[in-house]
């Protein structure tokens, strides 16, 4: 016997959102997905792409278009305020791709995944909650029933509140600036690169054949190192052998904080949340896109073993959630000593942080949404 087309509403058409919607289309249900802005877009430069969502973007047909520009990086180097190289090979092994690519790439191969895949996408729909037996709230008044209903959302998801189920959304105080600056001859290849001097740290990360992102973070209170253009000045205090690359940064720049969100669950009968509304976490570890990619494409796959929804995503929630929840806390970890660590003890950090690079047992460790979290990824 055939099962009958099933129907999600989804809030959000960020990278969780549209993930979703494509790997949920793909097998069958009928997508509507709803966006607040005017157009489905991405903001930002840069991003981080690890195995997990490598094998996200294959397994819905949008790797090709996605990585087409991308950077396979072979190392990611971490440099202290003296010029040490602190890790050469940060959270890589052998089997572990890690591509670095322009944030409009990727969101762009996932808009037409979803719409070769046939979903429906509605810009300036304002999604205000949900109800736990299947109906999304709009600002219209209408009330959407359907099988299943995703919070794709966002940090302030107001799925996540209409339904109580936040534990802790917090502004870690820390956040950074986004560039993206054209690629030079001397610009590194393969290869990412950070450097920490006390609260502040710079990355250098080739994301096309022409474009470098580079990512400036600070904690809040350096109001100086947050300033709008960025402060060449005091940047080049505090990475003199960087001074040139600062100057190459463009006037118009964008500071984004952090958010770390945590959730009592994920689920409520028929409602999900996915990506931001459900596990934010600062970038430390560049995870948090990637899982909501994984955690997204694993609730369409789990899904079709379930008939009954609200069993599904109880399932979805038991087998992808201690994968995320460790990810966020050695992303809580990772800020406390690269932003938080207090200043005159820098080179215990350091010390500290090389050791952590001898051991590829912490680094699997540390990095287990791309180690075991890609295992999870089913093959279907
Ligand atoms: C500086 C920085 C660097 C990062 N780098 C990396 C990285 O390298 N790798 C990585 O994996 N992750 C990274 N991240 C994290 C990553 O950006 C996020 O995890 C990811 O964008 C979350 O996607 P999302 O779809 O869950 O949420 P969002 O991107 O926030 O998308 C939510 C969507 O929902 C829409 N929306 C919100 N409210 C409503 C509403 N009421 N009604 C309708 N629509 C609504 C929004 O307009 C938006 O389109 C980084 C984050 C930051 C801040």
Request: aromatic share 6%; glycine share 10%; with cysteine.
């Amino acid at each position: 016997m055939t099962r009958a087309q099933r129907h999600v509403e989804i809030a959000g058409g960020g990278l969780a959102g549209l993930t979703v919607a494509t790997a949920l289309a793909q097998r069958g249900w009928s997508v509507r997905v709803h966006e607040r802005g005017r157009e489905l877009r991405e903001i930002g430069a840069g991003i981080f792409m690890w195995e997990n969502a490598v094998r996200v973007l294959t397994q819905i047909g949008a790797a090709d278009a996605a990585l087409a520009r991308a950077e396979l990086v072979d190392n990611w180097r971490l440099y202290d305020e003296r010029g040490r190289l602190l890790q050469d090979d940060w959270m890589k092994d052998g089997k572990t791709r890690l591509f670095t690519l322009l944030r409009t790439d990727l969101h762009r191969a996932l808009a037409d995944a979803a719409r070769d895949a046939g979903v429906e996408v509605v810009t300036q729909s304002v999604v205000v909650g949900a109800s736990p037996e299947g109906r999304l709230l709009l600002d219209t008044g209408e009330a959407l029933q359907a099988d299943l209903i995703v919070g794709a959302d966002g940090v302030g998801s107001p799925v996540r509140g209409s339904l109580g189920l936040d534990l802790a959304v917090r502004d870690l105080q820390d956040g950074c600036g986004r560039h993206l600056v054209s690629r030079l001859p001397g610009d590194p290849v393969g290869s990412t690169l950070e450097y920490w001097n006390q609260g502040r740290r710079v990355g250098i990360v080739p994301v096309t054949p022409d474009q470098v992102y580079i990512y400036l973070c600070c904690p809040a209170k350096d109001l100086v190192g947050r300033e709008k253009p960025v402060n060449v000045a005091s940047w080049t205090a505090s990475f003199p052998h960087l001074a040139d690359l600062f100057t190459r940064i463009p006037d118009v720049s964008r500071w984004a904080s952090f958010a770390d969100v945590q959730c009592h669950r994920w689920v409520k009968d028929r409602v999900a949340l996915v990506g931001d509304a459900a596990s934010a976490m600062a970038p430390n570890l560049g995870q948090a896109a990637c899982l909501a990619m994984t955690n997204g494409y694993a609730l369409a796959s789990v899904l079709e073993d379930y008939p009954d929804v609200p069993a599904g995503l109880l399932a979805w929630e038991t087998r992808q959630r201690p994968v995320t929840d460790a990810t966020q806390r050695y992303s809580r970890l990772y800020g406390k000593v690269g932003t938080r660590w207090p200043g005159p003890m820098t080179d215990v950090r350091s010390a500290l942080v090389w050791m952590a690079g001898r051991s590829r047992r912490w680094q699997s460790r540390v990095n287990v949404a791309a180690h075991e979290g890609a295992e999870l990824v089913s093959s279907r």
